[in-house]
C-alpha cells in the first residue's frame, strides 16, 4: 500500500513523501495501523528538523504521539482488535506496523479523539511532578509555557499548588490562564524574582520545573528558589552555555545559597508497562491522564491551535519555529 510519511531531508527541509508499505510485515505480535490524529513534540522535533540531534539521522519520519484504527492484527495478538482506535507512539505516517510489545492502549470512548495524542505530551511533563517534592500550599514556578510546561503547571496544580508560570510569549501567558495557572509573569516585562517574592510573601518557590532546555533560563532563575528547594530539568538541555560553574555547584552545595536539589526528569527514568517493583510507568501515567482528561481535569481543547493536513507540514514547523505567539498544540488530521 502507499504510505504518505512527513520528512525531514535535511536541516528545515520538510516534505510529504510516499512510500511504500506490506501487509506481509506484519509480525506474530504486531498490528498495522491506520493514523487519525499525530501531534507535533515541538521541543523535540524542531532540534531534530536542526540537525543538531545525533540519534535522529536524515532522511527520517519525526513524530512520536498518535491515536489510530486498528487495520489488521497479527496470529499471536488477542488484546486487539481491527476498527478499535489505540493511542501508541506513533509516528507522522498515514499507516504504521506497530508492536504490541511497547506501549499500546486502547483509547477511551470518553474524549475526543484529537485530545489522545496530547496524552505523549502529558506524560511527558508528568515527571517533573513525579520527581518532585510538590506538596499541598506548596509554591512552584515554571520557565516555559509551551505544551510540556503547560502540562507541568497543570498538573503541579492538581497536586495542590501554586503554581507561576514564566514565559516570554503573551499568547503563552495568556493560555496558561485559561488553564487555570495562578499568576502568569512575563519574563521580559517583569521583574520576575521581585513579583515571585511579593506573591510568596518573601519565600520564593520551594519547586521551579524549567521546561525551556535553555540552560541560560535555568541558571537565571536559581534566586527564586527558596532554601533548601528543588530545580527540576523538564525541558531537555539543549545549546552550548558557558558560565561559572563554582558558582552554581555553591547554590547546592552552601547553605547560604540554599542548598538547592537539582533533578532530571526525562520521561524514560520510568519502565514503560507496569512492574510490580516499580509505582510509576509510562503505562501507569497514560492511562490516569485519560482520566483526568475525561473528568476535564486536565485542559486540552485551549492548548489545540491547528489541526492541518500532512500536506501542510512544511507550513506547521515554519510556524512552530518562527511564530510562537499563534503556534503550539499542531495536529496533523489523517483521515
Known sequence: MQNKQIVFTAPWQVELQDASLSAANIGEHDILVKKKFTLISPGTELACLSGNEGWFGMPGVPGYAAVSEIVEVGKGV??????????HYGDHSAYQIVSTNDLLLKAPNNIPLAWVPFT?????????????????GDNVAVTGLGLIGNMASQLATLQGANVFGIDLSEQRLKLAEKTGIRAALHGGQTNVREEIMKLTGGEG??????????????IDNLPLIAKFGELIFLGSPRGEYQTNVTEIFNYVHLA???SITFKGAHEWRYPVGRDGFVKHSLERNSKIVFGLM???????????????????????????????EHYSGVLFDWS
Open 205 to 218: 518557590v520551594s519547586t521551579l520545573i524549567e521546561a525551556t532546555g535553555v540552560p541560560k533560563a535555568a
Open 120 to 136: 505523549r505530551m502529558a506524560t511527558v511533563a508528568f515527571t517533573s511532578t513525579r520527581v518532585s517534592q510538590i506538596e499541598l
Open 78 to 87: 488477542t488484546a486487539f482488535s481491527p476498527g478499535e482506535n489505540v493511542f
Open 256 to 258: 547560604n545559597y540554599g
Open 294 to 324: 475525561a473528568d476535564n481535569k486536565l485542559s486540552i481543547e485551549p492548548l489545540i491551535s491547528h489541526i492541518l493536513k500532512p500536506e501542510e507540514a512544511a507550513s506547521a514547523y515554519e510556524g512552530l519555529r518562527n511564530d510562537k
